[in-house]
């Protein structure tokens, strides 16, 4: 399986962007999917995450109120709708997915309990 991030881009503090994550196939009939950032000089940390059906829904404390993590159409795409973004949202976002469901993850917020990666789009909030 493989995941293609895209976009990303430059945006003032207080603008918005989405990101989309689209998987070659199918990650099972069940199955997680989250995003991830990581900024130059620091460890790569949770953003939010996402059961197949749609529900439940995870997010970081940094980032709730703010993002909306959502399923595509295609049941094999994910949306992170971003919204008020701050310079410190600066950083490489990445998709992750694994093929079991969320309710079976209880430490959906670590980078370890995911499968499938995608290559990362950056995000650039200017003050």
């Known amino acids: 399986v493989q995941l293609q991030a895209s976009g990303g881009g430059l945006v003032q503090a207080g603008g918005s962007l989405r990101l989309s994550c689209a998987a070659s196939?199918?990650?099972?009939?069940?199955?997680?999917m989250g995003w991830f950032r990581q900024a130059p000089g620091k460890e790569r940390e949770f953003v939010a995450a996402i059961n197949w059906s749609g529900s439940p829904t995870y997010y970081a404390d940094s980032v709730k109120g703010r993002f909306t993590i959502a399923r595509g159409n295609a049941k094999n795409t994910v949306y992170l709708q971003m919204n008020s973004l701050k310079p410190e949202d600066t950083a490489v976002y990445f998709c992750?997915?694994?093929?079991?469901?969320?309710?079976?993850?209880?430490?959906?917020?670590?980078?370890?309990?995911?499968?499938?990666w995608g290559q990362g789009t950056q995000v650039t909030v200017s003050s």
């Open positions: 196939e199918r990650t099972g009939s069940t199955y997680t």
């Open positions: 992750a997915a694994r093929s079991r469901d969320l309710f079976s993850m209880p430490n959906y917020s670590q980078s370890r309990e995911y499968s499938y």
